[in-house]
Every structure is written in structure tokens, then in C-alpha cells.
């Protein structure tokens, strides 16, 4: 009789057993709802559309559309994930004085499902980072940093979760970019980083070993990253990615250029359809996904698109210049354009974000009045060498502009990679007086929203650079703003020199040793630069063309105004003061002038 229950036991066992996996391996259909690469762009930015030559501008993006949209789009559909791909922090006002706190308090408000480690959330150290996951209500996770043991982040986030769905089991892996967090952020000692393919593989595997067979990776590791990881780890149906900031979805005619299809399908190396899908950046866009499994758990689509997310006045510009809103009608003529894998969507603000984001909005217009440091003496701003500029005499300053090098030290200061730092001088707009330094007076002195972008280059672009700026401005009749000043680099100039020969003697300090040496034309060095002659504005050409070559510089989007107040409040707790930079770091040497005169912008 014991023998006869016990075979009855195990057949109602294995009967039960066959039915829970029958269950679990029915067809299935998920959706993701998905952002990334906040960087604190906690508000609303403006956006110019192009539409055949006809300019329009929006307000786009803000976390209070974000969370409107999130809500709208999780509404209309059923097994629906909300994720994070990173880098919520760093970037405005809302990181520098509240240290991630704003950004927490409205994520935990939209309810995501899980957040991936991105390289900007070690910014500001272990501390910050830590109080920021002590105050989130959502998983934190992370596959590839460890914490030692007893450390300050030590049980902070986990490698993966499993969430539950529609009655089936999804695992979520989370992944940073290792070499960029710990070369280029500013993580403990006690933080280790591990190769990105190494630990997905790991991880995969773990899960796949549970009876995990629907695998998402939630990854900041890049776009082109993802795709390379894509054909090297095996069983990974979706990778939901960040750090690249890439716009996915064809929205070339309303002149914004993208990266990739929306969603990028790619076939493994095994022969399965993998999906990855990106949601540009600072809170413009909220990504939607959908993907069908068959009853293996193998991917059988998906599709779905970037939602731009537009406030209700879009205006243009009539022929006098001025703005003007446009009509429905139009608005509706700018959405039709955008298809399969775009939208441009008019979102209505969260009112509840929006009450939650004034308390900070109040708290900044105050705090932007807080001294961040002392400048110990005047440091007069001119652009080239000699020339008079903004009320100062130029012949009081033949090796140029004071302060223009040292904004350079402070960002190649801020850059933990950085051989030295190339600043153009139009990038600087004011002098700065003896006494208090604020907040305000960072923003009215570097007011544009730059980062700051990492570029390796060799000794002969280098040069080539400093060229290239010249030539802007005295061959081409260009801004003279293109005049190059230059931090652990210093160099002669003689302007009746020929073309390409005006720049000459050029060194370059040691960043460990300080000793000063020769530029090395063959040697390649990281030059740390504002994003707007990374791009080759301002005639720094030789920037555009050496990443059209070679790849893009690693844009570390650290704010640029801020890193300045950085250095400022740094030196300050020094029991210092900012003052000119001594004469063996200055970087004109000297400064010979031509006879062409230049254009002043």
C-alpha cells in the first residue's frame, strides 16, 4: 500500500510537474517601456525640427512628460516592464546641488522596474552613490561591479532579478561599461570591474540553469557595445541599452539623425533573433518595445518605436524672425511624417512630477546665489595675444587671455585621463574679478551646455589643432573666439609664419612626474576638449575628421560650467584662492603677430 501512494504521489508530481511546465512555455507577449542617459535633465530643453529647410521649435523631454507617457503607454498594453539603462545623475544644476536626490525622487515616483549601474553614477564617489540607492524604491542592478565586503556599497545592488509576468518568469541582468567607470569616474578602491562579456555570460547561464529562458540585458555599455556583445554571449533575447545616448528610429524628416533601426534586430551567432533598442537621452524620449517569445522562450519579433515627447506649442518663425505657434493641422502634418519606429508624441506634463520638481526649481534659484569659491585677483579675458578685447588692453597681455587657461586646468583637471586640455578662447565669455565666486557667475561665464569630450590624438594633430584655429581665424576671416589656450601644453606662435608652420615648440607636461617635455608628433595622447570643437566647430576641424577615422572621442558628459566650480571650490577647501596660472604653466610662449586683420564674434 505504501508503495501504491507513493507511486500515486509521484505521478500526481510529475503530472503537476508537466502541467507548470506547460504553463511556462506558452506563447508570450511583453512589453518594455524604457529610458536612459538622464544625466539630471530633470526639466524641459527646447528642440529645433527641420522639415525640408522649414525650421521648428519644440519643448521637449522632462521627467514630468516622461512619467505621462510612461503612465499613457503602460495603459494601453499588458506585461509591461518599466527599466532604467543608467546614468541618471550628472549633468545640471539638479545633480550639482542636490547630489542625485532630485533624480531618485521622481524615478521612485515613475516606478521602475529595475536600474542598471551607468559610469556618471559613480561621478561623485561611493557616498553619493550609495545615499542615492538608499533612497530608490526599484532594484538596482549590476552584473559586472563588485563591492568588497564591509565596504560603503556592499549589498547595494545585485547582478540580476527575476520579476514575474503574466505567469512566466523573465530574468533581468544588469551591465556597466568596466575600462570607462574605472579610468574615467571617480568609483572607491574598494570597487572591482569586470569584462562586460565575461559576467553577462556568467549570469546568462545562471539564470538559464533556474529555468530562466527569457533573458532581457539591461546594459550601458553603447550601442555598437551591445551589438558586439550580441554576437558573442549566447542566450540573450533583448538588450534594453544606454551610454551611447543613441537616437534609434528614423526621424531624418524632421532633420534629426539617428543611429540605427528601432529596435535594432540582430541573429546570433546560434541562429536566434536578438532585439536592442536605445532611448537617446536627457529625458527627451521614452522607448517602447514589444516582443513576442514562442514556447521555447525564443524570440519569434518584436517591434516598436521612440517616442519623442513634445510639449503642445511647437512655434516657427515668420518672416520678420519672430516666433510664432503653429496650428493643429501642422502639428499634425510634423507626427504624420515620423513612421514605423518614430513618434513624436504631444505629452502633457505629470502634475504630480511637476509639484515634486518646484520644491528643487525653488532650491536652485536660491542656491544659485551660494559663493562655490574665492578668485584671488582679476583674471582679464582677451582672445588673441595683443589685442584689445572686452576693455582690457592687449598690450598688457602678450601672452593672451588669463583666464582661459585656467578654465583648461580646471577641465583637464575634472578629465582623469587627460594628457592636457585645448579650450577655444570665444568658449570663455567674460573676464572674472577679484572676490566671491557663485553659481550664477560659473553659468554667466561658460553659459552653453557643453560637456566635456575626450579625444586620443597624436603629437602632429595636436598640432595640426592648434592649426586648424589659427587658420579659422586669420586665413578664413572666422571668429577669432577659434584663438587656441591650452592647459599642460604650451607652444610658441608666429603668425607670419606660413600656413600649417604658425605653431612651433610645442610641449606637454608629464601628468605624473609635472616635468615638461616635447611633443612626441608620433605618440598618441588624450586631449580633453569642450563638445563644441570636439565637433569640429570653430574651425577645430582636424577634431571631426580624426573621429570620422577612427570612432568618436568618449564624451564623459561632465558639465562643463560645473567642472570649472569644481576646481574652484576644490582649490577653496584648500585654504587657496584662484589666481593666474604660474608663468612655466602659461601656454602661449610667445605670440607673433600678423598683419591680416580678424573678425571679432
Known sequence: MQKNHFGLLAGLALICGVQFLSAAQEPFELNILHINDQHSHLDAESLEL???????????????????EIKALKGKSKNTLVLHAGDAMSGTLYFTLFKGEADVILMNEIGFDAFTLGNHEFDEGDKVLSNFIDKATFPIISSNVDALKGSLLDGKWKPYIIKEIGGQKVGIIGLETAQKTSASSRPGKDISFYDEMVRTQKYV?????KGIDKIILLSHFGYKNDQRLAQKVKGIDVIIGGDSHSLLGDFSSVGLASSGEYPTKVTTTDGKKMCIVQAWEYTKAVGELHIS????????????KTHLLAGEHITTKDTKGEKKPISKEETQVLQGLLKNGAALDIVSEDENIVQKLASYKDQIKS??????????EDLRHIRIPGKTYDGNDGKALP???????????????????ADACIQNAGG?????????????????LL???????ELTLSGAEIKQVLEDALINFYDNYGSSGSFPYAYALKYDIDMNRTKNERVYNLEIKDRKSGKWMPLDMKKEYVIVVNSYIAEGRDGYTTFQEVQQQRGKGVDTYLDYAMSFA????????????????????ICIKSYKEGTQKTKEK
Not at 293 to 302: M, P, Q, S, Y
Open 399 to 417: 601672452q593672451g587671455s588669463e583666464l582661459a587657461p585656467v578654465i583648461a586646468a580646471s577641465f583637464y583637471n575634472a578629465s582623469l585621463r
Open 293 to 304: 517569445f514562442d514556447d521555447k522562450g525564443d524570440v519569434t519579433n518584436c517591434g516598436g
Open 447 to 453: 553659459p552653453f551646455s557643453n560637456t566635456l569630450v
Open 367 to 376: 542656491k544659485s546665489a551660494e559663493v562655490v569659491g574665492d578668485i584671488g
Open 428 to 444: 570663455v565669455r567674460s573676464g572674472l574679478k577679484s572676490g566671491e565666486m557663485t553659481i550664477q557667475g560659473v553659468y554667466t
Open 50 to 68: 527641420d522639415v525640408a529647410g522649414k525650421k521648428y521649435e519644440i519643448e521637449v523631454g522632462g521627467m514630468a512628460r516622461v512619467a505621462s
Open 205 to 209: 547561464d545562471e539564470l538559464q540553469a
Open 566 to 585: 569644481k576646481y574652484v571650490e576644490s582649490i577653496t577647501k584648500e585654504g587657496k584662492k584662484v589666481m593666474r596660472l604660474p608663468k612655466e604653466e
